[in-house]
T-cell receptor, first 116, second 115 residues
Framework: AQTVTQSQPEMSVQEAETVTLSCTYD???????LFWYKQPPSRQMILVIR??????QNATENRFSVNFQKAAKSFSLKISDSQLGDTAMYFC?????????????FGKGTKLTVNP | KAGVTQTPRYLIKTRGQQVTLSCSPI?????VSWYQQTPGQGLQFLFE???????NKGNFPGRFSGRQFSNSRSEMNVSTLELGDSALYLC??????????????FGPGTRLTVL
């Protein structure tokens, strides 16, 4: 079974600075997907960024980028120029298709606070 | 396009009762997944439905069940509620033609409190 570990329960960063959230996972699969989801306080979960395991190039979405190290099974999220609206729980998730079914395995989350 | 909607948003029940939660996926999405979110266990996969069939199931007792209708709307039912069932229940839908990509769109959740 796949497991996802986020070792930082809480982090804080000053507005406009850069922060990196860590995630490691364990799997014997070769084809899978990795995601970072954001859950702001009392708001719904939204996808921040996704990475296909077969792609060596790290994914980037505006201020968000990942450092994907497949051999090390590491998938960290870097947020540049942090904004107050980035304050949220961030979940790392592992996904793969099994029999056509989609299923996500989540880490426990990192609570990120952006301070003014 | 409207997002994933879940009703009701909040529920308070007592132990032993049963509850039904509803989820309407994004128009055109046929896959609906359910997750339970608690402070202690985090997000855990309950089950996934596609074309009215359960395709995958997580490690939850049989008190947790679900179904999907022909319009892709889904319901989940929890019978004989226990205090530990208090949680945020999230529904997510997946776009067609993205099998293997794992991208899911989440609803706002239903906050269930069991007293």
């Amino acid at each position: 079974a796949q497991t996802v570990t986020q070792s930082q329960p809480e982090m804080s960063v000053q507005e406009a600075e850069t922060v990196t959230l860590s995630c490691t996972y364990d799997t014997s699969e070769n084809n899978y997907y990795l995601f970072w989801y954001k859950q702001p306080p009392s708001r719904q979960m939204i996808l921040v960024i996704r990475q296909e395991a077969y792609k060596q190039q790290n994914a980037t979405e505006n201020r968000f980028s990942v450092n994907f190290q497949k051999a090390a099974k590491s998938f960290s999220l870097k947020i540049s120029d942090s904004q107050l609206g980035d304050t949220a729980m961030y979940f790392c998730a592992f996904g793969r298709t099994q029999g056509g079914s989609e299923k996500l395995v989540f880490g426990k989350g990192t609570k990120l606070t952006v301070n003014p | 396009k409207a997002g994933v909607t879940q009703t009701p948003r909040y529920l308070i029940k007592t132990r032993g009762q049963q509850v039904t939660l509803s989820c309407s996926p994004i128009s055109g999405h046929r896959s609906v997944s359910w997750y339970q979110q608690t402070p202690g266990q985090g997000l855990q996969f309950l089950f996934e439905y596609f074309s009215e069939t359960q395709r995958n199931k997580g490690n939850f007792p049989g008190r947790f069940s679900g179904r999907q209708f022909s319009n892709s709307r889904s319901e989940m039912n929890v019978s004989t509620l226990e205090l530990g069932d208090s949680a945020l229940y999230l529904c997510a839908s997946s776009p067609p033609g993205t099998s293997g990509r794992g991208e899911q769109f989440f609803g706002p959740g239903t906050r269930l409190t069991v007293l």
